[in-house]
């Protein structure tokens, strides 16, 4: 009998502390998992600032390309009118021809969170999957901006300024007020007449706009994107 109650005694024992451990385990387990959830949410926040600021970026980008295919749509006007004469409204577009617009965005939690392996803390496969496609997509766009970049400096600007005064960009246009020079005179020469003929010209600015519209489509598609990821951190915060 007492065999009997001391391995009673003895199984209850155990049952009592494997019991205790288990529940140890599940407590464990559920503070690591809200731990988690908790450094998922500030992930997710500093993301969701992130993108919030690469939507206002991106749209402001695509402005930009807008006002600069405007201009070069005035050029070629000017040009399909051979209206070479009015040099101050010319002066003014080339000014304005130089500047070209690049996306400077980084997603500077995304890239910590991507190379630091935390991404794997983020439950939401779909998100995660968006996310770690969004730095190629991105970068897939800035080449394009290089490209738009390399020609308005190796061969926009040198040519433009053969014919015309990099001065007078600048003293006639709209950045005239800003500028440190904007009383100077110019002693070049100008041939707006030379410009106009030269094939090279009308050639260039149809390469650029063509550049212009084609990253003003892709960064239309990034911002598709951006506010798709938006929308998903939203739904899981």
Not at 85 to 111: A, M, Q, V
Not at 127 to 148: R, Y
Not at 217 to 228: C, D, M, P, V
């Amino acid at each position: 009998m007492k065999g009997s109650k001391y391995l009673k005694y003895a199984i209850g024992e155990i049952f009592l502390v494997v019991t205790g451990i288990l529940i140890a385990l599940a407590i464990n387990n559920w503070n690591q998992g809200r731990l988690g959830r908790i450094e998922e949410d500030k992930l997710l926040e500093n993301i969701r600032v992130d993108f919030g600021e690469a939507l206002r970026t991106l749209g402001s980008l695509n402005e930009r390309r807008d006002e600069s295919i405007q201009n070069f749509e005035m050029l070629i006007e000017a040009l399909s009118k051979d209206e070479h004469t009015n040099t101050l409204h010319l002066d003014s577009l080339l000014g304005k021809s130089i500047f070209t617009p690049t996306y400077n965005g980084k997603n500077s939690s995304l890239s910590i969170i991507i190379n630091s392996g935390k991404i794997n803390l983020i439950k939401n496969e779909e998100l995660k999957s968006l996310l770690l496609k969004w730095p190629q997509q991105v970068e897939d766009m800035t080449e394009g901006e290089q490209d738009a970049k390399k020609l308005t400096y190796q061969t926009w600007i040198p040519l433009i300024s053969s014919y015309t005064s990099s001065n007078d960009w600048f003293v006639n246009g709209e950045f005239a007020d800003i500028m440190p020079f904007n009383n100077r005179k110019t002693t070049v020469r100008k041939n707006y007449k030379g410009l106009f003929k030269d094939a090279q010209f009308e050639n260039t600015i149809a390469m650029l706009e063509l550049l212009y519209i084609a990253g003003k489509y892709e960064t239309e598609r990034l911002i598709e994107k951006a506010e798709n990821i938006s929308k998903l951190i939203s739904n899981d915060l």
